[in-house]
Structure formats: C-alpha cells, structure tokens
C-alpha cells in the first residue's frame, strides 16, 4: 500500500494524525524526485490531505492548514484536475471564513462557483453557492452592526 492511499484511507476513517504522519513522509519522499519526475497530482494530493487533517486537529484557522492548502493552490495552477482545484480552494475559503477575512473568503468563493460552472458538477455548485452565501451573511451583519455602532 503506497503513502497515499495509507494517508487516504486514515482520512476516511478520521485518523488524522494517522494523515499528517503519511502526508509528510509521503511529501519528503518525494522531494528528490520532483526535478525527474511530475509529481503534480500526489503532492497536490498529499497537500490537501495535510490541510483536512490540520483542520480537524488544529483547528480550522491553524496556520498549517492554510499553508497545506496555499501550497496546494500553487500546484493547482499547474493542473486540470477540477476535483483537487475545488477542494483546494473550499480549504482555503474555510481558512479565511474563520478568520473573518470576507474579501478573500469571496475571492475563493468565487473561484469554486468557477470551477463548479466549467465541471458541471451539481455537488460542486451547491457548496460554491453555499460558501458565497455564508460570506454574504457574514458580511451582511457586520455591515448591519457597524451601522448600529456608529448611531450609537
């Protein structure tokens, strides 16, 4: 069984230490190879295994996870891989959704209603629509209290 599906399968089970512990060793095997060979799709892979598990055990604003999902974004860039490229930018919007930074929480809303667009995907479509109307809604009470605090 490779690093991998080891690290995929301890996700699928809620092991996510289990994850962290693959991931990374899976991601340092790979470093020599990366001048030899594409290894685009497993790191990325590896990148947003880390970032989930990160999430679950650190915390949804921990800084590992955006860092996972940041690195995870740059090998989007170099891929067409529609699935790895929505779930990079959902961890993203996660990470700054918690961090109540709305304009990049949109920025990366928007990018999922992108990706969901181009692959046709139902599923992909409600949760871009979902995350876009959560930031809104964010937004929407602040905005709606900083009014209230500036009568006041």
Request: some cysteine; glycine content about 6%; overall charge positive.
């Amino acid at each position: 069984m490779t690093l991998l599906a080891s690290a995929q399968i301890g996700l699928a089970k809620c092991g996510y230490d289990e994850v962290i512990v693959h991931a990374t060793k899976g991601l340092s095997l790979m470093e020599p190879l990366k001048a030899s060979f594409p290894v685009n799709d497993t790191e990325l892979s590896f990148q947003l295994l880390l970032g989930v598990a990160f999430a679950n055990t650190r915390g949804f604003a921990a800084i590992e996870a955006k860092s996972a999902f940041s690195k995870a974004r740059e090998l989007s860039r170099r891929n067409d891989n529609n699935q790895l490229l929505f779930r990079t930018f959902f961890g993203l919007w996660l990470f700054h959704i918690v961090h109540a930074d709305l304009p990049l929480a949109r920025v990366f809303g928007n990018d999922m209603v992108t990706v969901a667009k181009r692959n046709r995907a139902a599923e992909f479509n409600m949760i871009a629509s979902m995350s876009l109307g959560i930031t809104d809604s964010i937004w929407d009470v602040l905005v709606r209290r900083a009014r209230v605090w500036r009568r006041s």
